[in-house]
């Protein structure tokens, strides 16, 4: 399974930018099985949680992130977003989305957000 992340950018504080991690290399829906979670990392951080949703499509958020990020999937396309609303300059990272399938992890190479204020 590969993942490709993107959707990242440069935008104001306040604004929004939507987030998709892609799926290929799987043999139908892999979302029965798989956990999915973006993380993101800032410099000179770790790498921290964001959000996640269960093969039951339940979802958590990070608490520096609730009310303002929201996660989501399409089944059909193995694909999740993360559509993220009233941004700040402290959500400046690069973002990584993670599935993990029958307890193996597989990551996408990140996208960076920059949120100027």
């Known amino acids: 399974v590969q993942l490709q992340a993107f959707g990242g950018g440069l935008v104001q504080t306040g604004g929004s930018l939507r987030l998709s991690c892609a799926a290929s290399g799987a043999s139908g829906s892999i979302f029965g099985i798989t956990v999915t979670d973006w993380y993101r990392q800032a410099p000179e951080n770790q790498r921290e949680q964001v959000a996640r949703?269960?093969?039951?499509?339940?979802?958590t958020y990070a608490d520096s992130v609730k009310g303002r990020f929201t996660i989501s999937r399409d089944n059909a396309e193995n694909t999740v977003y993360l559509q993220m609303n009233s941004l700040k300059p402290e959500d400046t990272a690069v973002y990584y989305c993670?599935?993990?399938?029958?307890?193996?992890?597989?990551w996408g190479q990140g996208t960076q957000v920059t949120v100027s204020s």
């Open positions: 949703i269960t093969s039951g499509g339940y979802t």
């Open positions: 993670r599935f993990t399938i029958r307890g193996s992890n597989y």
